[in-house]
């Protein structure tokens, strides 16, 4: 599976982005697909997970801001991020969970500024 992550971008505190990540090759494969960030000099982290059947899944610190979503029409994830922080600031990754093969999209920069 192949994946394009876009939509990263420069943001002020408390803006909004939308994130997409475009699927491509062995789509019937995918059973959950997620969005991690990396911050520089940090882990990267799970931010959120999206299963076939649409059960989400999100790190405490984007509860009630981020919203994961999924196209199937579209073979596309989203990510909508309101009320951006600083500390929102990384490199986001989106993933494909193939049942233990982990496809993962090259990173896209978000960052924001107060």
């Known amino acids: 599976v192949q994946l394009q992550a876009s939509g990263g971008g420069l943001v002020q505190a408390g803006g909004s982005l939308t994130l997409s990540c475009a699927a491509s090759?062995?789509?019937?494969?995918?059973?959950?697909m997620g969005w991690y960030r990396q911050a520089l000099g940090k882990q990267r982290e799970l931010v959120a997970t999206?299963?076939?059947?649409?059960?989400?899944s999100y790190a405490d610190s984007v509860k009630g801001r981020f919203t994961i979503s999924r196209s199937n029409a579209k073979n596309t994830m989203y990510l909508q991020m309101n009320s951006l922080k600083p500390e929102d600031t990384a490199v986001y990754y989106c993933n494909a969970d193939r049942i233990g093969l982990i496809d993962w999209g090259q990173g896209t920069q978000v960052t924001v500024f107060s």
């Open positions: 090759g062995s789509i019937l494969s995918i059973n959950a």
């Open positions: 999206i299963t076939r059947g649409g059960r989400t």
